[in-house]
């Protein structure tokens, strides 16, 4: 926990140009935002609340990284950042900050504490000329009073700035303070018949790749990093929901305005913003659109040198929050402070493995998992590198892709995990992928543990909730599957697998029409998604609508012919053409292609012909499909034999161990 100010409802700090902010935890320059990172904005009020006296380097760590073990170089970072902001270059232009050799800091400028009474808004950074003249004002000069210029009050040991006031100061003061009482009490009066303020009132906010001002794909990359850093710091917060990198990568080159995006991802608000990088600095331009009624209710821009990356994010991400939230409490800081990496070239590499890993094809995985090892090269720390990397491994693990064998990409995703969390525990993102390497050995238990920390982390993260779905499932959780999905499709409506999940789970709870729904929705958004093409036509046959159903399959034929073969056995088998189906199954069963058929894909061909005998022969060869004993207890496709003695004595046998391979 970092050094807390006390909250008031407008105060500020005002010397030279410059104006602090503490409530809003900004630094103003002539009526100009200051970029800062939380943590240099900390330090500058530590500096400040302590000023004249030294602060030693000790005791100022202590104050800024209670909780941590850092060394003497981010102190001195911090303090440079700080000196850079404020202007100040050699020691003959150090105005504020004195520093100590071998002892630490000391604030030497003289400084004006202002405080407002509470108000609807907080008043507007002064301007130069209107500081002097708060200055004058609030320090009148005096007879005895030596006359300094602006080197030697840098120079001399400094003392804190008081304000004498003469008689006539007094009066006027307390007349100031009686129309303070009588308006503030009008106003509390007011404030009783109106509503509380509640921020911008989005509940959710999506954040757009930014736009690239220049031709290369560096800087294309740059636009993406941008958006997955703010939507990473803003997930943090309670409110409003985030959508995840995977829903907007896709919108990195787009041809559609901010507002056709932001509708066509049914959210509330849109940040879109442009980027610009030349030679060693990148500008950034953002703002915050509405969609209710188009208005931008939020922007900036800020230039930074590269190098410094990372001190632009943490402004921007601030100052968005603060435009978010009605107030941003001293947790939230906390949730928005802290860097992914300081490493700039390790921070590249960590954006190129993000986005081909949003791709999820067994090519782009290859290519992120070169990236994202990369970038642990660099930097070993780097703890979401390891979070990502590992969620590759266990993509190409669970799917089997080529990329290396199943039990090694599993093995390699454990480790990377571990790696993340030994770094950082309160990583959503590692406790999911930690959770689907524990499901995977099947171990429920540690693996529900694992899900629930990670919702509990951030339960705006929707992958969390869509893989803790699949888990309940398997654990005959039907219900709270179901809860998890639609869950899942609320944080994330924009995505394909959101889409596509909750479908396959209303299917089993046999909510068909909800099924072709979202199975439709998912087509919209990635066509080539062929379990949604098959959970439609599944869900025709299921409602009784053979002709829909072999519309359907007729599609997937056209994507997956030995898939629709077995669909189209299975619907001629249900609507008593059974001929036909029997036919189909004799064909693909001297088919070169039979090994690639599901055991349970037969044995529901036959359930539904009323061979029984078969279709039992084929449920005891199927007995390493994931989720065996949910999908026999739930799936509609089994009705047929669930009186049968045979099927309750196979739902209580046990799993076979999972082969290594």
Same mark, same amino acid.
């Given at each position: 926990m970092g050094y807390v100010m006390s909250e008031q409802e407008s105060h500020f700090f005002e010397f030279g140009p410059f104006r602090a902010d503490i409530k809003e935890r900004l630094l103003y320059r002539d009526g100009e935002v200051v970029p800062l990172s939380p943590k240099v904005f900390e330090t500058l009020l530590v500096l400040i609340e302590r000023r004249g006296h030294v602060l030693e380097k000790a005791e100022l760590m202590e104050i800024l990284w209670p909780d941590s073990f850092v060394e003497e170089s981010s102190l001195s970072q911090n303090i440079s950042r700080l000196r850079k902001a404020l202007g100040e270059g050699g020691a003959a232009e150090r105005h504020y900050i004195e520093t100590l050799p071998k002892r630490g800091y000391r604030f030497v400028a003289c400084?004006?504490?202002?405080?407002?009474?509470?108000?609807? !808004?907080?008043?507007?950074?002064? +301007? +130069? %000329?209107e500081t002097l003249v708060a200055d004058e004002k609030s320090i009148p000069a005096r007879d005895d009073a030596p006359v300094l210029d602006a080197t030697a009050a840098a120079a001399a040991p400094s003392k804190p700035c008081v304000a004498h006031r003469t008689w006539r100061s007094y009066v006027t003061f307390a007349c100031i303070l009686l129309i303070s009482a009588t308006t503030f009490l009008l106003?509390?009066?007011?404030? #009783?018949?109106?509503?509380?303020?509640?921020?911008?009132?989005a509940k959710s906010i999506a954040v757009l790749p930014f736009k690239t001002l220049g031709a290369d794909g560096e800087t294309e990359i740059l636009g993406l990093g941008m958006a997955d850093a703010l939507i990473i710091k803003l997930s943090k917060l309670p409110q409003p929901s985030v959508l995840p990198t995977g829903s907007i990568f896709k919108y990195t080159k787009r041809d559609k305005d901010a507002l056709s995006i932001g509708r066509e991802l049914g959210v509330d608000a849109v940040l879109d913003g442009t980027v610009q990088r030349a030679g060693d600095r990148v500008r950034i331009t953002a703002q915050l659109i509405k969609l209710s009624d188009e208005k931008v209710i939020w922007s900036g821009t800020f230039d930074e040198q590269c190098s410094g990356i990372f001190a632009l994010?943490? +402004?921007? +991400?601030?100052?968005?929050?603060v435009a978010l939230t009605s107030e941003l409490t001293n947790r939230d800081r906390e949730r928005l402070a802290g860097h992914l990496t300081q490493n700039v070239e390790a921070y590249q590499d960590y954006l190129m493995g993000v986005y081909f890993w949003n791709r999820r094809t067994e090519e782009n995985l290859v290519k992120a998992i070169g990236y994202l090892e990369r970038a642990v090269g660099k930097d070993a720390n780097f703890a979401m590198a390891h979070a990502v990397l590992a969620d590759c491994y266990y993509l190409s693990g669970i799917n089997n892709y080529k990329i290396m064998s199943r039990s090694e990409a599993i093995g390699k995703a454990h480790? !990377? %995990?571990r790696s993340a969390l030994a770094l950082d525990e309160r990583l959503a993102e590692a406790h999911t992928t930690m959770a689907g390497i524990r499901s995977y050995h099947r171990d429920? #238990?540690?693996? #529900?543990?694992?899900?629930?920390?990670?919702? #509990?982390?951030?339960?705006?993260?929707?992958?969390?909730?869509?893989?803790?779905?699949?888990?309940?499932?398997?654990?005959?959780?039907?219900?709270?599957?179901? !809860?998890?999905m639609k869950r899942a499709r609320e944080l994330d409506p924009a995505s394909p697998i959101t889409n596509a999940a909750l479908a396959y789970m209303l299917r089993v709870a046999r909510d068909y029409d909800g099924a072709i729904r979202y199975n439709r929705i998912a087509l919209e958004l990635q066509e080539d998604i062929m379990g949604a093409r098959a959970g439609i036509a599944e869900s025709y046959i299921h409602k009784g609508m053979p002709q829909e159903a072999l519309a359907e399959i007729e599609k997937?034929?056209?994507?997956?012919p030995l898939l629709a073969l077995q669909l189209k056995a299975y619907a001629f088998a249900v609507s008593g053409r059974q001929a036909e189906a029997a036919a189909i199954v004799s064909n693909l069963q001297q088919s070169k292609d039979h090994h690639a058929v599901p055991a349970y894909n037969y044995a529901l061909i036959y359930a539904n012909l009323g061979d029984k005998d078969r279709a039992f022969e084929w449920l005891k060869k199927d007995s390493l499909l994931d989720a065996r004993e949910a999908m026999l207890k739930f799936d509609p496709e089994m009705d047929p034999l669930r009186n049968d003695p045979r099927y309750a004595e196979m739902l209580k046998a046990p799993l076979k161990e999972r082969p290594s391979n």
């Open positions: 400084v004006t504490e202002v405080r407002h009474a509470d108000t609807e !808004s907080a008043p507007r950074p002064l +301007s +130069s %000329a106003f509390a009066r007011a404030c #009783e018949r109106r509503p509380a303020r509640t921020g911008l009132q994010q943490d +402004s921007l +991400s601030e100052q968005l929050a480790e !990377s %995990a429920y #238990e540690a693996a #529900e543990k694992e899900f629930r920390r990670a919702i #509990e982390l951030n339960p705006n993260y929707s992958l969390a909730h869509v893989r803790y779905g699949y888990l309940l499932f398997g654990l005959l959780q039907l219900e709270n599957a179901v !809860s998890e997937l034929g056209e994507t997956d």
